[in-house]
Nanobody, 126 residues
Framework: VQLQASGGGLVQAGGSLQLSCAAS????????MAWFRQTPGKEREYVST????????DYADSVKGRFTISREKGKNKIYLQMNSLKPEDTAAYYC????????????????????WGQGTQVTVSS
């Protein structure tokens, strides 16, 4: 499985960015997908996840109400719309995949995911 994430950049506090991540693998594969983030010297932090069906989503308390995760129906491509960004959102954002997804299952631990993207940097200036 290969993941390609994009959309990071530099934005002022209060601004918005949209990240995207496309996962490629065996045709017909069904993946759980999620976003995590990490800053230097800290552990990787869970941000958000979405089920294969797209019917279930989950967010870390720190981003709830500001970030929205979505996916293209029937595809292994997800988006993270980030609004009202704060300086503390500054981090490298990583897309993650868990294979053999069950339609409505979601997972919030980094240990539940098997494949990781290369990370895309988000920097929010004050």
């Amino acid at each position: 499985v290969q993941l390609q994430a994009s959309g990071g950049g530099l934005v002022q506090a209060g601004g918005s960015l949209q990240l995207s991540c496309a996962a490629s693998g065996r045709a017909g594969s069904r993946y759980n997908m999620a976003w995590f983030r990490q800053t230097p010297g800290k552990e990787r932090e869970y941000v958000s996840t979405i089920s294969w069906s797209g019917s279930r989503t989950d967010y870390a308390d720190s981003v709830k109400g500001r970030f929205t995760i979505s996916r293209e129906k029937g595809k292994n491509k997800i988006y993270l719309q980030m609004n009202s960004l704060k300086p503390e959102d500054t981090a490298a954002y990583y897309c993650a995949v868990r294979t053999n997804a069950i339609s409505t299952s979601i997972y919030t631990s980094s240990g539940d995911y098997y494949y990781w993207g290369q990370g895309t940097q988000v920097t929010v200036s004050s």
